[in-house]
């Protein structure tokens, strides 16, 4: 058994938790215009496309409050999003079992470089550059089931420097967290350490150096971080 990797084994990426322990981190998925209005503030018709997914990396959530804006964009935009923490998984979960495979919530930044995001689209490119950079996914500890229950409803806000950017509900969801379980699980195999981040109201913009953000749910908990400017090549 020792010899079976032939270099050391990466760590495993993981999330404090409200308990005190870490939760440790598979995969990351993430859905795209999951609340209409934000949804329209982007240019797009909720009553005719549906929610996506697309991924971020286990590595890049992190919770130490700090986020360094990416040298490559100019428009870095900050998405406030409800995430929720897989304790099993598998695949064909039905709406009605998938609250079982839950182990907690917690509230996390679905950072975003914007202008990045908007090449790629009219490129037909990937997004993984405009959404999966370094440190793009800033999040708050988890907590379990049993802190939170499974929260349908409550208020969301974001603030940038003191200053309310983003405002929603958790109801205001187009999918549901069973319902974003359900169809994930219709493409993929989840599993134990799968996060989802659900979505952002609408109010998303852009963020400097040195802005100051604290979001939070109400009955879930908060996320805060400062916008650093990010360290460069060594020289
Ligand atoms: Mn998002």
């Known amino acids: 058994m020792k010899d079976q990797y032939v270099i050391p084994p990466p760590p495993v990426a993981a999330i404090p938790t409200a308990e005190g322990g870490a ?5 990351v998925y993430c859905v795209g215009r999951n609340y209409a209005e934000h949804a329209v503030e982007m240019g797009h018709d909720p009553n005719r496309e549906p929610p996506f997914f697309f991924q971020k990396n286990p590595q890049d959530l992190v919770s130490d409050g ?4 990416p040298q490559g964009s100019n428009d870095v ?13 598998g695949r064909w979960i039905t709406a009605e079992a998938a609250e079982a495979h839950i182990w907690g919530y917690g509230v996390a930044l679905d950072m975003t470089c914007r202008d ?3 090449i790629a689209k009219e490129r037909g490119r990937p997004w993984i550059s405009a959404k999966a950079f ?9 907590s379990p089931v049993a802190m939170t229950g499974h929260p349908r409803n409550g208020a969301m806000e974001l603030r940038v420097s003191g200053k309310v950017r983003q405002k929603g509900d958790l109801a205001q969801q187009i999918w549901t ?9 219709t493409e993929f195999e989840l599993a134990a350490g799968d996060v989802i981040l659900t979505g952002t109201p609408a109010g998303v913009g852009p963020l400097q150096v040195g802005d100051s953000l604290d979001g939070s749910i109400a009955g879930v908990g908060q996320v805060s971080v400062e916008v650093v400017g990010e360290q460069g090549p060594p020289r």
């Open 177 to 185: 967290v069973p319902e974003i379980i359900e169809r994930l699980s």
């Open 116 to 118: 990045l995001q908007s």
């Open 66 to 69: 700090s986020f360094p804006y």
């Open 23 to 27: 939760f440790p981190v598979r995969r």
């Open 77 to 89: 935009q900050h998405e406030l999003e409800l995430m929720v923490a897989l304790k099993s998984g």
């Open 134 to 142: 370094y440190r793009s996914a800033p999040c708050g500890v988890l």
